[in-house]
């Protein structure tokens, strides 16, 4: 019996050193890339590119990346990629939300009709949708003056926020329909409406799924590089990250070690948010559902 | 309580009516915007109020140099001018920039001026989104005082839709360490004379990008070829005639040589970087030397490219500055553009490399006595433009798609030419 | 599709009750009308946000979309002229092949990396699972590739890709371990090309599917595992009784993600190849950019969307009919 156990653990042992190898192995072959750009970040080439190839740091030469920070966009471009993608987030999130539980928890005529139609859009692509956006964001004024949403910060959220309602919503009303009814029943019993249910219950239960979601959709809002270009490409006090970095990449050659420097400096917070909340993410009830309905 | 919500139930109605209404009514709006004699009215009807201060949309792609010269040496110029018109200078990379302008075709949300690649002015032009300059009085007179080639990029059914602005073609930048290796002092005066040199060698002395327009068309200049006859009416009898196809046949003995590389065709190193050490030579624009003193110093030069047959030949490039249709200031718009021409304007930019488009500037001592400015406006002169056309994009094409099968795939050469005749044919008419 | 298996089984209890049937069809399209309404009004706080946004800035392009590609578009002018399918005619017979170069590279995407993401997600979620130490750092590490920008990566790749001694792939087969005597345009050649694209579409997507599935795997009861240890199945066993059966719907929900994705590569393809050569590498989504906004054919492009489009309906349903996935319904739809 101890033998047997002993043994047991022995090879849980050997088990776990098999599985670490292999795991390690395949990680330094995943981050090549990372280590490519990193290393390069610290060079000099002014348009020439070392032989042999670097994949180690050979020297730790940060001009690269003070040429990146003395950028005089640089600030701006910072602030604009936090404000706007913060904004974003919070907003697509809350009508999301709204909306999946909407779909999720209440019968209404023509709810799967509709929500099919979510669906289909997914499926679009969005390139085309570009310029009849345009049109409508031009067709919005704001109030009190004759000013219209264009090469403003207001209808750049605006149209990030519309075009991710219909993913995120499927995305989240998957974890609704999970939810348990018996939850909201004591809500209904206490004479709550819908509102109370959303709130008082719902809400609280999936803070953890509208966070994962929100950890995903700041991933994609903070790199998005087309809408923003067209929408406020003209007004430079509203340049994004994304947009100076496509600066620094040159008409006629590149200076690569301002675009991995760059890179890295805009990569630094998403993953610096990425390890503080992946303990916390939990995607296991918002992937139960299918495509199919 | 029905009727409370029967309210709600309406006034949700009628909102979601509202929006649709509003889409359905905007590209309306779009389209009366966009109206050709709209535009035409203000060109012809009132001269630019002086009273009431606005703004003019500059679209450019200047780089760092250019764009500080610019804001701080050219732009006081203008605002001393015209204290009442504001210049907002906008730079787009350039990359995507030709997309950024056909998108604004769509959303109705051009500059008033911007400054716009020679090749796509036609194309711009057909889609009427740009001023014909043309029609305004003094345009007879101004015309003359600019450089025949950049002029004539503008030209698009008779009427002109731009200035140009800038010019700039092919030159030869030359390893002059590589070529006394050869046995070549200085620059090779004759194609002839380097081929000869390089043959021997056995690896690669000469570069080229790749097989699109601006990457060949200078060597199937060189050594003989045509595109089309000159009115650019047709293909067939030019691109698949007996010279171009000769020409190219040159182009792959050199490269079975090993006297030339194709970069995208053979995996070689890159111009910009090869020079430094394996190439003796290959064609660029002037860019190139943007920094040209530690070029020299590194023992590279520019030189016009060498004559094959007793002639030079180059490709020509550079930028024109055109008025767009939805501008609502397009006279003021056209004064820009004019000043933008000066040759006060020209001089200040040609500090940062922009070569000047005006007759009266070619023998200006600044170009004269400048060892790279002054290789590259003699160059103009044996430079041909690309074929000036709206299908300018699906001309390259048919070139590219064609030396691709010819370059990497090694096909015939007769047979690929006389097909790529008969579509660039279609797409001239 | 509750309310439709409600609505489907009112009439019949009523027709049971014996009443005249004229009175009894009038009585329930009231009482369905009134129901209907009622969840309109329940429902509207909480959809139209998103409805007005969705229709606004996503249904309304989408019917321009499809209307311009039965038309002949002006752009500048805003001009809209009716030319019935001449785009659609216009891009299936394109003399150079283009559209259907770029859409067997869309297929063929979905074919090479779609297995791979999804067994290579699957196998690193499993280890990771099963181990005891350096979670974190295992999830983050291959996690991070889909945190990274498609444009930066693209251009690491661009680099890694390059041409002669310069590049690392070059350098690596033909300076180092002399596999080949030439260096290789990589990204300029129809395989390699092709080639390229899907490995960076493989190795920025695997960490997706290892943290989806990894969630799913934490989601497995323990007791499972102990119970089929009890009955004294092997590692593979567990692996394939227990885990894959488990795994099955968080495996679709990946695939479809993956497919969707697979029609909608595009930027790896413009900063890598620009669909060279002659559009051997192109994909639909490079197709429909560079024909509206370096071509200035809107109306073809919008007639290659939507085939994109209309292609991925057809596949996840098909999908969904071969994976007879109707299980996995159960877990959410009936809630």
């Known amino acids: 019996m101890k033998r047997n156990l002993r043994g047991k653990k022995a090879g849980d042992t050997i088990a776990q050193v098999v599985i ?140 990030y926020v519309a075009t991710n309602v219909c993913g995120h919503t499927f995305f989240l009303r998957n974890f609704f329909r999970g939810l348990p009814d018996a939850l909201s029943e004591s809500v209904i019993v206490d004479g709550g409406g819908h509102g109370a249910i959303f709130f008082k219950v719902m809400l609280p239960l999936s803070k953890p799924a509208i966070g994962t979601m929100s950890i995903f959709a700041l991933q994609g809002f903070w790199e998005e590089y087309f809408t923003a270009k067209v929408l406020v490409g003209a007004n430079e006090s509203m340049m994004t990250l994304p947009l100076l970095l496509q600066r620094l990449h040159g008409q006629y050659a590149t ?15 998403v993953v610096t948010l990425f390890i503080l909340f992946q303990k916390k993410m939990v995607i296991g009830g918002l992937t139960q559902g299918s495509v199919k309905e | 309580m029905t009727f409370k919500k029967w309210t709600a139930l309406l006034i949700a109605m009628m909102m979601v009516v509202g929006t649709l209404a509003a889409c359905s009514s905007a590209p309306a709006e779009a389209t009366a915007a966009a109206e050709p004699e709209a535009t035409q009215e203000v060109v012809a009807s009132e001269p630019e109020a002086t009273a009431e201060p606005f703004t003019l949309v500059f679209w450019h792609t200047y780089g ?49 001026v911007a400054r716009i690649d020679i090749v796509n002015t036609a194309a711009y032009a057909s889609q009427g989104g740009l001023v014909a300059l043309s029609d305004y009085e003094d345009f007879a007179a101004l015309k003359d005082t600019f450089l025949e080639g950049p002029l004539s990029t503008n030209l698009y059914q008779g009427g002109y839709y731009g200035l140009p602005l800038d010019t700039n073609c092919k030159a030869a930048v030359i390893n002059t360490a590589i070529m006394k290796d050869l046995g070549i002092e200085g620059a090779p005066a004759t194609m002839e004379e380097f081929i000869a040199a390089a043959e021997t060698r056995g690896t690669y002395s000469l570069n080229v990008s790749g097989v699109g327009d601006w990457d060949l068309y200078p060597y199937f200049w060189l050594f003989g070829g045509s595109l089309t006859d000159e009115g650019f009416t047709k293909a067939s009898g030019y691109l698949d005639g007996a010279d171009s196809v000769a020409a190219i046949q040159t182009m792959l003995d050199l490269h079975a040589k090993k006297v030339f590389t194709i970069r995208d065709v053979d995996g070689s190193v890159d111009a910009w970087d090869g020079i430094n050490s394996e190439y003796a030579m290959f064609f660029e624009g002037p860019w190139f030397f943007g920094s040209y003193e530690e070029r020299l110093s590194q023992g590279i030069i520019a030189a016009t490219i060498p004559t094959y047959n007793g002639r030079s030949a180059s490709v020509v490039g550079g930028e024109n500055i055109a008025v767009f249709a939805t501008s609502k200031h397009t006279d003021a718009a056209y004064e820009f553009a004019k000043f933008m021409t000066s040759e006060a304007v020209q001089l200040a930019m040609l500090e940062k490399g922009q070569l000047p488009v005006l007759k009266s500037l070619v023998n200006n001592e600044t170009v004269l006595n400048n ?51 008969q579509q660039m044919d279609g797409l001239l008419g | 599709m509750i309310a439709l298996r409600h609505s489907l089984m009112e009439p019949t209890n009523l027709e049971h009750s014996g009443k005249g049937k004229h009175v009894q069809r009038n009585a329930v399209s009231k009482r369905k009308w009134k129901k209907g309404v009622k969840g309109w009004l329940a429902a509207l706080p909480f959809v139209l946000p998103g409805l007005i946004l969705v229709g606004l800035f996503v249904l309304y392009p989408m019917l321009f979309t499809i209307r311009i590609s039965l038309s002949n578009y ?68 291959f996690y991070l590739p889909v945190i990274t920008s498609w444009v930066i990566v693209s251009l690491v790749f661009t680099y890694m890709f390059n041409n002669s001694d310069r590049g690392l792939i070059n350098y690596i087969l033909v300076d180092k371990l002399h596999i080949l005597n030439d260096y290789v345009p990589w990204l300029l050649r129809e395989w390699s090309g092709n080639a390229a694209i899907w490995l960076m579409g493989a190795w920025k997507n695997i960490g997706w599917a290892m943290l989806i599935f990894l969630a799913a795997l934490q989601s497995i009861p323990r007791d499972l595992y102990e119970a089929a240890d009890l009955d004294g199945a092997g590692i593979w066993g567990k692996f394939r009784h227990i885990t894959i059966a488990c795994l099955k719907p968080t495996a679709y929900y990946v695939l479809v993600n993956m497919i969707i994705g697979s029609f909608n590569v595009f930027i790896q393809v413009m900063l890598l190849t620009e669909g060279n050569p002659n559009g051997r590498t192109s994909v639909l989504q490079y197709l429909l950019y560079d024909k509206a906004f370096g071509q200035f054919q809107f109306g073809e492009a919008s007639a290659i969307g939507l085939i994109s489009a209309v292609t991925i309906v057809i596949l996840t349903t098909l999908l969904n009919r071969m994976l007879k996935l109707d299980t996995v319904e159960k877990g959410g739809a009936d809630a």
């Open chain 1, 255 to 269: 200076r690569w070690e301002w675009v991995f420097a760059a890179s890295i400096l805009a990569l630094i917070p």
């Open chain 3, 74 to 141: 002006r752009i500048v002018q805003g001009q809209i002229d009716f030319v019935g399918l001449k785009n659609y005619i216009n891009i299936l017979t394109d003399a150079s092949g283009r559209f259907w170069y770029a859409y067997r590279n869309n297929f063929l995407y979905a074919l090479v990396t779609v297995p791979l993401i999804l067994f290579g997600g699957m196998v690193f979620a499993y280890l990771i699972n099963n181990l005891k130490r350096g979670r974190t750092m295992f999830k983050v590490g």
């Open chain 1, 20 to 159: 670490w190898t292999i795991l390690a192995v395949s990680l330094i072959i995943f981050s090549v890339p990372f280590l490519f750009m990193i290393t390069n970040s610290f060079e000099q080439f002014s348009f020439v590119l070392p032989y042999p190839p670097k994949l180690i740091p050979t020297q730790l030469d940060f001009s690269a990346y003070k040429y990146v920070l003395s950028q005089p966009f640089f600030p701006t471009a910072v602030k604009n990629s936090v404000i706007n993608t913060s904004i974003t987030v919070v907003l697509s999130v809350f009508i999301s939300t709204l909306s999946a539980y909407g779909f999720a928890r209440i019968e209404f005529p023509g709810r799967e009709t509709l929500f099919k139609i979510y669906l289909f859009t997914l499926m679009v692509p969005s390139f085309l949708n570009i310029i009849p956006q345009f049109i409508i964001l031009k067709g919005i004024h704001i109030p009190g003056t004759d000013m219209n949403l264009i090469g403003t910060r207001a209808g750049l959220i605006l149209v």
């Open chain 2, 64 to 112: 760092d140099g250019e764009e500080e010269q610019f804001k701080n040496v050219v732009l006081p110029m203008w605002n001393e001018l015209h204290p009442e018109i504001t210049i907002e200078a906008v730079r787009q990379d350039g990359g995507q920039y030709h997309e950024m302008i056909v998108t604004s075709f769509g959303t109705g949300q051009s500059p008033d």
């Open chain 2, 371 to 421: 060892p790279v400015w002054s290789v590259y406006m003699a160059q103009l002169e044996s430079a041909s433009a690309r074929i000036p056309s709206p299908n300018n994009e699906q001309i390259k094409q048919v070139w590219s798609d064609a030396m691709t099968e010819i370059f990497v795939n090694g096909a015939d050469v007769q047979t690929t030419l006389t097909a790529a005749a």
